[in-house]
């Protein structure tokens, strides 16, 4: 069964740092553009920040710049948001996403929902002291 699992959120104190891991099963995920949607309590989800297929980098918010990193394992092909500095305006819950697309070409600008094939099941960041 295809899937994508992410691991790594938890609970943080501002200022501290956080790595979550987007794993996928039943496909390689060094073959397609991956975005991290987040969403807040009482907001709509929203798109944060993208790897291409070719290794290229989109971040979707300003707010993350300079703090937020997103990663790939070549080997695995997992996929990692390194995130440091944390405030407490990040807290929600992270999802992984991708689209099987054969030509995946950039990252989507902006990353749309209903393009997205797969979503995993999310990972809750707390930022709070």
């Known amino acids: 069964q295809s899937q994508l699992v992410e691991f790594g959120g938890g609970l943080v104190q501002p200022g501290g740092s956080l790595k979550l891991s987007c794993a996928a099963s039943?496909?390689?995920?060094?073959?397609?553009?991956v975005v991290w949607f987040r969403q807040a309590p009482g907001k709509e989800r929203e798109g944060v920040i993208c790897?291409?297929?070719?290794?290229?980098?989109?971040e979707y918010r300003d707010s993350v710049k300079g703090r937020f990193t997103i990663l790939r394992d070549d080997r695995s092909g997992t996929v990692y948001l390194q995130m440091v500095n944390l405030k407490p305006e990040d807290t929600g819950r992270y999802s992984c996403?991708?689209?099987?697309?054969?030509?995946?070409?950039?990252?989507?600008?902006?990353?749309?929902?209903?393009?997205?094939?797969?979503w995993g099941q999310g990972t809750q960041v707390t930022v709070s002291s």
């Open positions: 996403a991708t689209e099987l697309n054969p030509y995946p070409g950039n990252c989507p600008k902006p990353p749309q929902e209903g393009d997205f094939d797969y």
């Open positions: 039943g496909f390689r995920l060094d073959y397609y553009n």
């Open positions: 790897i291409g297929a070719a290794g290229t980098r989109t």
